[in-house]
């Protein structure tokens, strides 16, 4: 069975303290892995695709990172506006319609 | 900003009513989403359409069914709602035939008493 596990389900940071995000995944055959930005009351705002592994994205301070089994989500220096929850998802290479399978999600919460 | 609005964005009924979620889009992108998002299962899909007509299940699909008569609008209907069908739920576009990213609308908080 596809499936993806987000750990830690919750980080608290001081702002300049840098982390990583973890997502494992179980899947047959990885078409794409993607990262979302969520905040309260929003829908999720897509952020990277990944597609194989070694690859990696970056964007302001964070930057995503693929091997076979998982993709770490780094965030560097992070600042109060970075705290949100972070979602990864999965698109098998079976599937044909695009589905998107994802985990629970991290939330962030980064202090002053 | 994908061009994706939901409505209603906020929605309180009682169990046993019948209930229609609207996704509208200005993109003429050919596939749309249902996602529901409850605390401790995270998103998971309920139904899905490739083109007008054209639609498929996911994986919480009962209880649920769709509707798109055209590429803009992607409707869903709870058409006796339960208490299990609170959620928050997010209508999505595919960004292109060829990508796998989704972009999602604000989302639709429903209650159901």
Same mark, same amino acid.
């Given at each position: *069975? ?10 608290? +940071?001081? *702002? ?7 997502? %494992? ?5 990885? $078409? ?11 829908? !999720? ?12 994205? *970056? ?13 770490? =989500?780094? #965030? ?23 589905? =998107? ?12 | 900003?994908?061009? #994706?609005?939901?409505? !209603? ?19 003429? /992108? ?5 996602? $529901? ?9 309920? /139904? ?12 919480? %699909?009962? @209880? ?22 609170? %959620? ?13 990213? +989704?972009?999602? @609308? ?8």
């Amino acid at each position: *069975e596809d499936q993806v596990t987000q750990s830690p389900e919750a980080l608290r +940071l001081q *702002e300049g303290e840098s982390s990583s995000l973890n997502c %494992s995944y179980t899947v047959s055959g990885l $078409r794409g892995l993607f990262w979302y930005r969520q905040d309260p009351g929003k829908g !999720p705002e897509f952020l990277f695709t990944l597609y194989s592994a070694g690859e990696e994205k *970056e964007k302001e301070r964070l930057k995503a990172t693929l091997t076979k089994k998982e993709s770490f =989500l780094h #965030i560097t220096a992070p600042k109060p506006e970075d705290s949100a929850t972070y979602l990864c998802a999965v698109q098998a290479s079976y599937n044909q319609g695009g589905k =998107l399978i994802f985990g629970q999600g991290t939330e962030l919460s980064v202090k002053p | 900003d994908a061009g #994706i609005t939901q409505s !209603p964005r906020h929605k309180v009924t009682e169990t046993g009513t019948p209930v229609t979620l609207r996704c509208h889009q200005t993109e003429n /992108h050919r596939y749309m989403y249902w996602y $529901r998002q409850d605390p401790g299962h995270g998103l998971r899909l309920i /139904h899905y359409s490739y083109g007008v007509k054209d639609t498929d299940k996911g994986e919480v %699909s009962d @209880g649920y069914s769709v509707s798109r008569s055209k590429t803009e609008d992607f409707l869903l209907t709870l058409e006796s709602a339960t208490s299990s069908q609170t %959620s928050v739920y997010f209508c999505a576009i595919r960004g292109g035939e060829n990508t796998g990213e +989704l972009f999602f @609308g604000e989302g639709s908080r429903l209650t159901v008493l």
